[in-house]
């Protein structure tokens, strides 16, 4: 029989007898050897990752500003929102390694801008730039549409975090404290609970092993919060 192992392998292979394999017959040996039921492979080539080598990427064709972001697709091609104060996007076709232009957005995106994965596959975008204004985009149809506001702006530190039950704290950003749940189900957004602190450029949110979320509020500050999703409080 024929065992092939590539460097790209993700199968694992279980022998069910006891004895030796074999490696006599193979095309190459180099590395194999075999013991107590077992193949082992010592590859005499260096066994460090080397730093990797950049190269210039492709020209997306227009400007990419504040609030810019990418969106993976179902085909998986990206839909990058250009952000920069415009509504357009492009698709970014990574087998070609080429972009297009694509649909245009309901309302413009810039600083705070981020995107939510419903669960029907459609994306709601929170357009920020002191706007309250969302998007919904259909990756299926490439097509966009109006979403529901939020209770306020959205800026500078705008982030959402995914609650247990499918819900999601947005957080405004903005140097306010001010939150939103939204629900992806009824598409509603209400009032969250309050920060205690300001979120503003740089806040960002890390999950912690119980459940709860750090929540680093930026603005050029050193504060923190921890958000506890079940209670949602702060």
């Known amino acids: 029989a024929l065992l092939t192992v590539s460097n790209t392998s993700t199968s694992t292979l279980t022998k069910s007898t006891s004895g030796d394999f074999s490696v006599s017959g193979?095309?190459?040996?180099?590395?194999?050897?075999?013991?107590?039921g077992q193949i082992m492979l010592n590859f005499t080539g260096s066994t460090t990752i080397g730093t990797g080598l950049m190269s210039a990427g492709p020209n997306v064709g227009t400007v990419v500003g504040a609030g810019a972001h990418a969106i993976q697709l179902p085909n998986g091609k990206y839909l990058v929102v250009l952000g920069s104060g415009t509504a357009n996007t492009n698709i970014y076709n990574p087998t070609g390694n080429s972009f297009s232009t694509s649909t245009t957005l309901t309302t413009t995106v810039t600083n705070g801008g981020h995107s939510i994965k419903r669960p029907d596959g459609t994306f709601l975008i929170v357009a920020g730039g002191s706007s309250a204004n969302t998007i919904i985009y259909n990756p299926l149809t490439d097509?966009?549409?109006?979403?529901?506001?939020?209770?306020?702006t959205a800026q500078l530190g705008g982030h959402s975090i995914q609650r247990p039950d499918g819900k999601f704290l947005v957080i405004l950003g903005g140097g306010l404290a001010v939150t939103n749940i939204y629900d992806p189900v009824a598409n509603t957004m209400i009032a969250g609970p309050n920060l205690g602190f300001n979120a503003a450029n740089g806040a960002h949110s890390i999950q912690r092993p119980d459940g709860k979320f750090l929540i680093i509020l930026g603005g050029v500050t050193a504060s923190t919060t921890i958000y506890d999703p079940l209670a949602n409080s702060t």
């Not at 095309?27 to 107590?36: H, I, Q, Y």
């Not at 549409?145 to 306020?152: H, N």
């Open 26 to 36: 193979s095309t190459n040996t180099t590395g194999v050897s075999t013991t107590s």
């Open 143 to 152: 097509t966009a549409i109006a979403g529901p506001s939020l209770t306020t």
